[in-house]
Each structure stands twice: as C-alpha cells, then as structure tokens.
T-cell receptor, first 109, second 114 residues
C-alpha cells in the first residue's frame, strides 16, 4: 500500500514567519511530487510541483525534495493570513496520484 | 475556473431521490476521477476512468454509479443515499500517462443528504 504521510496539525505560525510543512512517502520509485492548497469548502489547487532532489522556489513558496530520505517539504516565507488553509502533499503512483491527509496551517495575525 | 467544471455546485437531496453530478473538462485530458471529501477527512478516491474505461472502483457502494460517455464528461449518478454520504464531491482530470503534471480539480459539488 503506497502511502503519503503528513502531520494533520493544526500548525500555527505568526504572520511574517516561515511556515514549514513536511511529508514522507513510501514508494521509492515515485518521480513527481506536488503540494496542493485547499481552503475550507473549496477544491484543492496545485501550488507547487517538484521532480528533482533539491529546492524549487516560486515566489514565497519553496518546495524541497530528498528522494534518499523519501521526504518532501514546503516552506512558506513571510506567511500571510491568506496562507491559512490545508496543504495536501501528493505523490504520483502507478496510475493515479496519492494524497496525504493534509496539514492544517493557521497564520496568526 | 480551472477548466474542469462541476455542476451543480450545491445539492440537497432526500434519501429516496435520484440525482446526478456532472463534470466536464475542456483541457484535452483523457483520465478523470471522482473523489469524496467528508468534513475534516482526507480525500477518498472513488472511481478512475482512463479513455472512458473504468480502471478503478475503490469499493464504493452501489448507490453511487459513475458514467463516462466520452473523455470530456463524467457523471456520478446517486440514488437512495444515506446522510453519511453528505460530503464535497470532487472531479479531477489529467492527461493519461502524464501524472507528472498533477491533477486539475473542479470546484466540487457540496452534497447534503437529508
């Protein structure tokens, strides 16, 4: 059973600080890794994808991948109240994408 | 809009009703998915269609019946539902064999069974 594990949170971070979200996955052959953001009552929105070891930056977001440790993370710099949401880590499987349960992030004004 | 359109956005139905959820995408994708998301619970994969063929049914009760007439349209037919079926139903799509681009989700249908 291929799995994606995340801490469900909530993770509370002061406004302006760095939010760090973590994820581990079980399938060593996975090649594509994603972070989705989901606001309450809304559908998931793809915000980052990463395929190679190392860091990938997009604005205030940085995704980090370590395939040897089977670990993916998302850093959000200068956290804003609008970043408060559930963040879903996802990994490609054979014929579908496998989602973690999500981490709830609260940015404290 | 993401390119994946779900209708209706909200649906309230009685346990004896029959209704259908519709999903339509104009992204040129050929794989489509139904997910269920109950309150404060993770995404649950229900059905997978690749090139109109159902390739996965995740032990979903028969009161949920999917239909995929072509690669652009996906339906979820509902009958004799239970209150615990109340949830957000999400449709997603991608190009078969291109999971590296991730899924595109529709806005979802918020279903309430009374």
């Amino acid at each position: 059973q291929k799995e994606v594990e995340q801490n469900s949170g909530p993770l509370s971070v002061p406004e302006g600080a760095i939010a760090s979200l973590n994820c581990t996955y079980s399938d060593r052959v996975s090649q594509s890794f994603f972070w989705y953001r989901q606001y309450s009552g809304k559908s998931p929105e793809l915000i980052m994808s990463i395929y190679s070891n190392g860091d990938k930056e997009d604005g205030r977001f940085t995704a980090q991948l370590n395939k040897a440790s089977q670990y993916v993370s998302l850093l959000i710099r200068d956290s804003q109240p609008s970043d408060s949401a559930t963040y879903l880590c996802a990994v490609n499987g054979d014929d579908k994408i496998i989602f973690g349960k999500g981490t709830r992030l609260h940015i404290l004004p | 809009e993401t390119g994946v359109t779900q209708t209706p956005r909200h649906l309230v139905m009685g346990m004896t009703n029959k209704k259908s959820l519709k999903c339509e995408q104009h992204l040129g994708h050929n794989a489509m998915y139904w997910y269920k998301q109950s309150a404060k619970k993770p995404l649950e994969l229900m059905f997978v269609y690749n090139f109109k063929e159902q390739t996965e049914n995740n032990s979903v009760p028969s009161r949920f019946s999917p239909e995929c007439p072509n690669s652009s349209h996906l339906f979820l037919h509902l009958h004799t539902l239970q209150p615990e079926d109340s949830a957000l139903y999400l449709c997603a799509s991608n190009r078969e064999g291109q999971l590296n681009y991730g899924y595109t989700f529709g806005s979802g249908t918020r279903l309430t069974v009374v």
